[in-house]
Nanobody, 122 residues
Framework: QVQLVESGGGLVQAGGSLRLSCAAS?????MGWFRQAPGKEREFIAA????????AYTDSMKARFTISRDNAKNTMYLQMNSLKPEDTAVYYC??????????????????WGQGTQVTVSS
């Protein structure tokens, strides 16, 4: 069982930046970032293939958020810029246990982290 641990969340003013990290205890394939605001369903943010060569973003976020991974460190990142109050949520990283044929970047994840809180003040 692969364990995922997010870090890097916190309180930031609108317009600021944060970089989230997700450390994995073992092998993962495609990985992704999701967020969940109070009273809302979990929302897909971005995904990245095992090699880092393929990425996907929710359209409304791709101008401000960048996903990356460093397989030597077994860590995935989410760089978030120009943050807005509506970005306030718990952010989760996720990973797949196999290399699925379907890209389907917003689903199909087997491993989940505990989440890290991001709060953006106005």
């Amino acid at each position: 069982q692969v364990q995922l641990v997010e870090s890097g969340g916190g309180l930031v003013q609108a317009g600021g930046s944060l970089r989230l990290s997700c450390a994995a205890s073992g092998r993962t394939f495609t990985m992704g970032w999701f967020r969940q605001a109070p009273g809302k369903e979990r929302e897909f943010i971005a995904a990245i293939s095992v090699s880092g060569g393929r990425t996907a973003y929710t359209d409304s976020m791709k101008a401000r958020f960048t996903i990356s991974r460093d397989n030597a460190k077994n860590t995935m990142y989410l760089q978030m810029n120009s943050l807005k109050p509506e970005d306030t949520a718990v952010y989760y990283c996720a990973g797949r246990s196999s290399n699925r044929d379907a890209w389907a970047p917003d689903r199909g994840y087997d491993y989940w982290g505990q989440g890290t809180q991001v709060t953006v003040s106005s």
